[in-house]
């Protein structure tokens, strides 16, 4: 599944770079093969690395960028010497890989009892989901998704609370949503239900929160301030800012989301000079993703095909960036973070698996095209978010 869906990456990231980033409407171009895939976030990360954190209150700043991704492929350029886009790259490809491989172990730990055409359902859709190829680029979803299931699996396995409140750790220096998995981690031991329950939450959880308390701790020492990377992210906004109670009625009545249909809203997708069709503008399709992403939750809730951890994990995956900045930003980059919400990929396999196959298999199809497609647009430069 790696292989084969990797290799529409790959085709789509020679398409944007052989065909349309060198056409006359691609907004950007003269990127070499491997710098085109590290675009966007890959930049800020390239610039991590090489020149350090930065925070200037008021500004937006590089400390809104979580250290493990980062602090990852720089221990692969100082032990190769290689450059630090392709680091980038190699890292999120391994862990794309590795998680890969954990989601067919987790869905055999989990439903021992499916049939391996189930199993192949979910890991194509896994693979296949248009903005997965965000996994294959200098982004940090991989590495996150990766731990996110690794931690499930754990948890599913009753592993030692240490190795658990470990791993969720280090999940919460990748993504600011890592503290989803914290809470998992509470459900997962109390549901064991051990006698010295009180003692391990005071002793584990702690733990589990080691990655963002010790970038936090970093944040405090180099800036003097423990929340900068909080703070920043008022910074990085597509409109101007509202009040609280009117940024939560907003969001009550998904206004967000009708923002980017509506010509009179600054967030109006068709406003950006680069987009061009409907069809290929991910700021468009990012509503629709989200919303498809939480029409599969409710499916899976009324099926009852996923657990409780599952659950959590997905709702606090989807509403947590959209309660936190789906109104700043203009729903922007939510179909990626709905993309982490690895859960939702065995609903959808669990519908696929109920469908014929000529009918789940064309289905899957057009998933591979978007998915290619989307890294063409990507790779050309486009504004790709």
């Not at 000079?273 to 399709?285: D, G, M, V």
Request: glycine share 6%.
């Amino acid at each position: 599944m790696w292989l084969s869906t990797t290799l529409l990456v790959a085709a789509g990231t020679l398409l944007g770079n052989d065909y349309v980033g060198r056409s006359v409407t691609a907004p950007s171009r003269n990127a070499d093969l491997i710098s085109s895939l590290a675009r966007g976030d890959g930049r800020k990360y390239k610039q991590l690395i090489e020149d350090g954190y930065s925070y200037l209150p008021d500004e937006p700043s590089n400390i809104a960028f979580f250290p493990a991704f980062p602090a990852l492929a720089s221990l692969l350029v100082d032990c190769t010497g290689i450059r630090t886009e392709l680091a980038l790259v190699l890292v999120a490809q391994f862990f794309f890989a590795c998680a890969s491989i954990v989601l067919v172990l987790y869905l055999r730990l989990r439903f021992p009892d499916s049939k391996a055409d189930f199993r192949v359902l979910v890991l194509f859709a896994f693979g296949m989901f248009p903005c997965t190829f965000f996994f294959r680029m200098a982004y940090s979803e991989s590495v996150f998704v990766f731990f996110a299931i690794l931690a499930l699996y754990g948890m599913e396995c009753t592993w030692p609370a240490w190795l658990i409140a470990l791993i969720v750790g280090f999940a919460t220096a990748t993504r600011p949503v890592g503290v989803v998995l914290v809470l998992c981690f509470v459900i997962d031991l109390i549901r064991r239900k051990r006698s010295q329950l009180q003692r391990e939450l005071l002793l584990f959880v702690p733990l589990a929160c080691w990655g963002i308390l010790v970038f936090m701790a970093y944040q405090y020492l180099a800036f003097g301030d423990p929340m900068a990377f909080a703070k920043t992210q008022f910074d990085w906004r597509r409109r101007p800012a509202k009040s609280m109670g009117q940024k939560l009625l907003d969001l009550a009545t998904v206004e967000p989301i009708r923002a980017v249909f509506d010509p009179t809203s600054p967030c109006y997708w068709f406003h950006d000079p680069s987009e061009k069709s409907p069809f290929f503008s991910l700021h468009l399709a990012n509503p629709f993703y989200w919303t498809f992403a939480i029409g599969l939750l409710a499916l899976a809730i009324k099926l009852k095909c996923l657990n409780m951890l599952e659950v959590v994990l997905s709702l606090g995956l989807l509403l947590i960036p959209y309660f936190l900045r789906g109104h700043e930003m203009c729903m922007f980059g939510m179909a990626r973070f709905a993309a982490v919400a690895f859960p939702l990929y065995i609903v959808f396999g669990n519908v696929l698996s109920r469908l014929p196959y000529s009918i789940a298999m064309p289905i899957l199809g057009v998933g591979g095209v978007f998915l290619c497609l989307y890294t063409a647009l990507f790779t050309a430069g486009f504004r790709f978010f």
